[in-house]
């Protein structure tokens, strides 16, 4: 059946094969998590090391594969030392577990007299609920250890391969590109050529914005909480910084992460509501401020895209899919908008077209 016969058929019929394709599609994705997701986490670290790679293989003169090789092990170099501070400020926190453990459960008992003296509810009512709560944030047990240790070595294993696969589609990025190019007729050639160098591109900005955004809510949530006298400022600044790059959530968690670990870490009960009030502005200026100028306009989505997105990335994939939730959106953006026949839903993902001239407009100046 060609296309046209099928634009005739009743309407039912039409969305029966869209709906069941989704389904199918959605099916798909979900059984291939393992092989598909450190195959997109690859192909967006590829294009963002393309450049460096280039310049190792034109201006040093090193073979592709060397130059491949070391694009991969600097990037990979640069990781590894963030979660080397990272694991530093877990293993003193470590240390401190037990005092961490005493301040969580002077600060919920405190808490039960609190809301027993203003609402009536007496400590006995309170008790199981949370204890319960505090035995599982306080006292992990073996089936908990075992599950993070399985989770990391799940984590490392996932780590290896994407980085394998890093290599590999910067070697052979050229056959790649000859492959997609070789799919479609002769006469979109050269259309398929232009779309795959502006994704490659706007993707490049746009991973690197990110990345900037990242670097600078990091610093900026750091060097904070050290004027306040969080005692783990570091480590939650990371943690900020990573978790950030998850819209709306990332930003809510981390400020659950660390007004726990300020209750269990400081003396002054009040300081938890400085980190609050610290998250909160930190959010606005980022969302407002930060990521338009940084990230730039090159590609906008919208904020119900954006948390649609992320939600059922999670349902897919679960951490890794929230956080690859955006660019995947970001690179259908760019198709969709570039396509004739899909620029409909180029537009239902983007901001409102007023906005979208302001920041064209603001970009041609600047």
């Given at each position: 059946?060609?296309?046209?016969?099928?634009?005739?058929?009743?309407?039912y019929?039409?969305?029966?094969?869209?709906?069941f394709s989704?389904?199918?599609?959605?099916a798909?994705?979900?059984?291939?998590?393992?092989i598909?997701?450190?195959?997109?986490?690859?192909?967006l670290?590829a294009?963002l090391?393309?450049?460096?790679?280039?310049?190792?293989?034109?201006?040093?003169?090193?073979?592709?594969?060397?130059?491949?090789?070391?694009?991969v092990?600097?990037?990979?170099?640069?990781?590894?030392?963030?979660?080397?501070?990272?694991?530093s400020?877990?293993?003193?926190l470590?240390k401190?577990?037990?005092?961490?453990?005493?301040?969580?459960?002077?600060?919920?008992?405190n808490?039960?007299?609190?809301?027993?003296a203003n609402?009536?509810?007496?400590?006995?009512?309170?008790?199981n609920v949370v204890?319960t709560?505090?035995?599982k944030?306080?006292?992990?047990?073996a089936?908990?250890?075992?599950?993070?240790?399985?989770?990391?070595?799940s984590?490392?294993?996932?780590?290896v391969?994407t980085?394998?696969?890093t290599f590999?589609?910067?070697?052979?990025r050229?056959l790649?590109l000859?492959?997609?190019?070789s799919?479609f007729?002769e006469?979109?050639?050269?259309?398929?050529?232009e779309?795959i160098?502006?994704?490659?591109?706007i993707?490049?900005q746009?991973?690197?914005?990110l990345?900037i955004?990242?670097?600078?809510?990091?610093?900026?949530?750091?060097?904070?909480?050290?004027?306040?006298?969080?005692q783990?400022?570091?480590l939650l600044?990371?943690i900020?910084?990573?978790?950030n790059?998850?819209p709306?959530?990332?930003?809510f968690?981390?400020l659950?992460?660390?007004s726990?670990?300020?209750?269990g870490?400081?003396?002054?009960?009040?300081?938890?509501?400085?980190?609050l009030i610290?998250?909160?502005v930190t959010?606005?200026?980022?969302?407002?401020?930060?990521?338009?100028?940084?990230?730039g306009?090159?590609?906008?989505?919208?904020a119900?895209?954006?948390?649609?997105?992320?939600?059922?990335?999670?349902?897919?994939?679960?951490?890794?899919?929230?956080?690859?939730?955006?660019?995947?959106i970001?690179?259908?953006?760019?198709?969709?908008?570039?396509?004739?026949?899909l620029?409909?839903?180029?537009i239902?993902?983007?901001v409102?077209?007023?906005?979208?001239?302001?920041?064209?407009?603001?970009?041609?100046?600047?």
């Amino acid at each position: 059946m060609d296309l046209k016969n099928f634009t005739r058929l009743p309407f039912y019929i039409k969305l029966a094969c869209v709906l069941f394709s989704l389904f199918a599609l959605g099916a798909l994705v979900i059984l291939a998590k393992d092989i598909l997701s450190p195959l997109i986490f690859s192909c967006l670290f590829a294009i963002l090391l393309m450049p460096l790679a280039r310049f190792f293989e034109r201006r040093i003169r090193l073979p592709r594969g060397a130059a491949s090789m070391i694009a991969v092990i600097l990037f990979l170099s640069l990781i590894t030392l963030v979660m080397y501070v990272i694991g530093s400020q877990l293993a003193d926190l470590a240390k401190d577990w037990p005092a961490f453990q005493a301040q969580i459960s002077r600060s919920l008992w405190n808490f039960r007299g609190w809301v027993s003296a203003n609402f009536g509810i007496t400590r006995r009512k309170q008790l199981n609920v949370v204890n319960t709560a505090a035995s599982k944030v306080t006292s992990p047990d073996a089936a908990f250890v075992g599950t993070t240790l399985l989770s990391l070595s799940s984590i490392l294993l996932f780590l290896v391969f994407t980085f394998i696969y890093t290599f590999f589609f910067l070697l052979y990025r050229r056959l790649i590109l000859k492959f997609l190019e070789s799919v479609f007729l002769e006469e979109n050639k050269a259309k398929v050529h232009e779309v795959i160098e502006q994704v490659q591109m706007i993707i490049r900005q746009y991973i690197t914005g990110l990345l900037i955004e990242m670097t600078i809510v990091a610093t900026a949530v750091s060097v904070i909480l050290s004027i306040l006298g969080v005692q783990y400022a570091i480590l939650l600044g990371l943690i900020t910084g990573i978790f950030n790059l998850i819209p709306y959530f990332g930003i809510f968690s981390a400020l659950i992460i660390s007004s726990t670990i300020t209750l269990g870490t400081s003396p002054d009960s009040n300081t938890v509501i400085y980190v609050l009030i610290t998250f909160v502005v930190t959010h606005v200026v980022d969302s407002n401020i930060i990521l338009p100028l940084v990230v730039g306009s090159k590609v906008r989505i919208n904020a119900l895209v954006t948390v649609l997105g992320v939600v059922i990335g999670e349902m897919f994939w679960g951490i890794s899919g929230m956080f690859l939730s955006i660019p995947v959106i970001a690179v259908l953006k760019i198709i969709f908008d570039r396509v004739e026949s899909l620029q409909p839903w180029g537009i239902i993902l983007g901001v409102e077209e007023k906005k979208q001239e302001k920041l064209a407009a603001k970009l041609k100046t600047e």
